[in-house]
């Protein structure tokens, strides 16, 4: 497994070093992927960002009763995934109450029970998908709006051509509440080479390959969007859109892994800063 892991964080690296964003000047202040000398300071790390993205989501006001489920592989046993307890706020989700669950929906570690939502969606994902490290979905105001149309986002600004192409709309199962096994199957599949999902009259949806820290930034960017869109379409005046060969170029230097991973550092240092309660 720490073969993997060293794939993964290699593999993000390489992305880094040909992102447009990262410094040719030695010397500069500039985060840097991180690496690890055992599968535990690993599983350490992923929780640590976990929470963090919990606490992110508290923050942009994505609470919605105990709906929302975020969830990152374990790196030493990838056939199990850590994610928010059930009914904890995500601003009182911390390290102590995270839960390790088994695709099964069996908690394995941990004192709180699982989402069934949350098991039923991810759980199928990840184990449907190998590929995938982390996963994040929530109840939010525009996102759910949006998905009631049931199309995909057009590209009408830079920040939208980060999806351009690299999200789908889902219409299986769409409206009715995910807490059947069946239901996750049919959403699964289509997780295949895109980052993220609009669930038809259910919501948003992001998946990550490198991290949970790009899964959320992409989250949070999707629902953004959804609510730029939204605006838009309010002043019944047609958008210009970006045409397809600069949104492609968009995707490309500001829509990719690192990007999300690299977004999520200025999250990441100003919860670490301001709630320190988050590692109890």
Not at 111 to 121: C, E, S
Request: glycine residues 6%.
């Amino acid at each position: 497994m720490l073969d993997k892991v060293k794939h993964t964080q290699s593999a993000l690296q390489q992305d880094a070093q040909r992102s447009i964003y990262y410094p040719k000047q030695e010397g500069v202040i500039f985060p840097q992927i991180p690496s690890f000398a055992s599968v535990e300071e690993e599983r350490r790390h992923r929780k640590e960002r976990l929470v963090a993205a919990c606490r992110a989501f508290a923050q942009q006001g994505y609470d919605y009763g105990f709906a929302g489920h975020l969830t990152v592989r374990d790196p030493e046993h990838p056939e199990l995934y850590w994610t928010n307890p059930m009914c904890v706020h995500f601003s009182q989700v911390k390290a102590s109450n995270l839960i390790l669950a088994d695709h099964k929906g069996r908690v394995v570690e941990g004192d709180y029970a699982i989402n069934r939502a949350g098991f039923v969606l991810h759980a199928a994902v990840h184990e449907a998908h190998p590929d995938i490290m982390a996963m994040c979905h929530a109840h939010t105001v525009y996102g759910t709006a949006f998905a009631a149309l049931g199309r995909p986002l057009d590209p009408i600004s830079q920040d939208a051509a980060a999806f351009f192409e690299d999200h789908i709309v889902i219409k299986d199962e769409a409206g009715q509440v995910a807490v059947e096994e069946k239901a996750g199957l049919s959403v699964c599949d289509w997780f295949k080479d895109v980052k993220a999902a609009i669930h038809q009259n259910h919501g948003l949806l992001t998946a990550s390959r490198h991290s949970i820290e790009s899964a959320a930034f992409w989250f949070i960017a999707l629902e953004r969007c959804c609510q730029q869109q939204l605006l838009v379409e309010a002043t019944g005046i047609k958008p210009v859109m970006v045409p397809p060969d600069r949104s492609r170029y968009s995707r490309e230097h500001v829509g990719s892994e690192y990007i999300g991973w690299l977004h999520f550092q200025t999250i990441w240092d100003q919860l670490s800063k301001t709630q320190p309660d988050m590692f109890d």
